[in-house]
């Protein structure tokens, strides 16, 4: 797209851009969990992303998108490997003791 019709798709991907920083910070302050804070913030910056893609088809566009999306999952996986690392082991189940496992 060239001229005036890339200009609407951008100025609608700025506008997604800054309404992801807002929300991010939102999710933040309203749930203290900033892992799924970060996800809000990523997932609103790959619809951004996306929106910026569909008015100017550039290698760098994609390359932006590509990147998002490879920290979007990422992020996802270190936060639940974070958490499960964090929350330690699992208690033993019920009527299984740990001296079972000596047979």
């Not at 996986?77 to 047979?103: M, N």
């Amino acid at each position: 797209m060239t001229g005036a019709a890339a200009v609407l798709p951008t100025l609608l991907a700025l506008g997604v851009a800054a309404t992801a920083l807002v929300a991010a910070v939102a999710v933040l302050l309203r749930t203290r969990r900033p892992a799924l804070a970060l996800g809000v913030g990523l997932d609103l910056l790959l619809a951004a992303g996306l929106l910026r893609l569909s008015a100017d088809q550039t290698w760098r566009q994609l390359a932006t998108a590509a990147t998002v999306v490879a920290l979007r999952c990422l992020t996802t996986r270190g936060s639940r490997t974070g958490a499960a690392a964090w929350r330690g082991p699992r208690p033993a189940t019920a009527g299984h003791h740990d001296h079972d496992l000596d047979r």
